[in-house]
């Protein structure tokens, strides 16, 4: 049995047992983690079901193990014949997860421990969101005058005169 899950904006094919790394999750070691945006499961039978995009209702359960960083990259910008030359690094912060569980769709989803009290916190916000005076509505802007919209009449440009001729005395 295998589970598509989508995380950090990354696609993962997991299994139970397998350790990942990924983009950093909020947590400490030990803590357990919620993966909820499961793309495709395939069961025991073999069978593979596909959402359109995630699944409703499936999840993956994962153990968080450490957090930690990546490989030190250099990132090294030049332009030739400029004197433009710019170095920097990056360290990426990652998670690493074992995953312990894949459930589908109707299975009982056990209470996550630090995500529940965060999403505890998020209706507070918004009621105080609700509870503060709206601004007004921003008003239309003017219509535009006619008098721009209508053209003088272009004016007729003059007959050339025509050349006098010299004649020769």
Partial sequence: ???????????????????????????????????????????????????????????????????ARADKIVVFKKKRRQNYRRKAG???DLTVLRITDIAAKGAKKPAPKKAAEAKADAPAKEEKAETAPKKAAPKK?????????????????????AAAKKTEE
Avoid: C, N, W
Wanted: proline letters at 4%; aromatic letters at 4%; glycine letters at 8%.
């Fill in 1 to 67: 049995m295998f589970a598509v899950i989508k995380t950090g904006g990354k696609q993962y094919k997991v299994a139970k047992d397998d350790v990942i790394k990924v983009e950093r999750l909020s947590g400490e070691a030990g803590d357990s983690v919620q993966l909820d945006q499961v793309l495709a499961i395939s069961g025991d039978d073999g069978a593979l079901t596909v959402g359109t995009p995630l699944l409703d209702g499936a999840f993956v359960s994962a153990t968080l193990l450490e957090q």
């Fill in 141 to 161: 802007a003017a219509p535009k005058k006619e008098a721009a919209a209508k053209k003088a009449p272009a004016k007729k440009a003059a007959p050339k005169k």
């Fill in 90 to 92: 990056h360290r990426q």
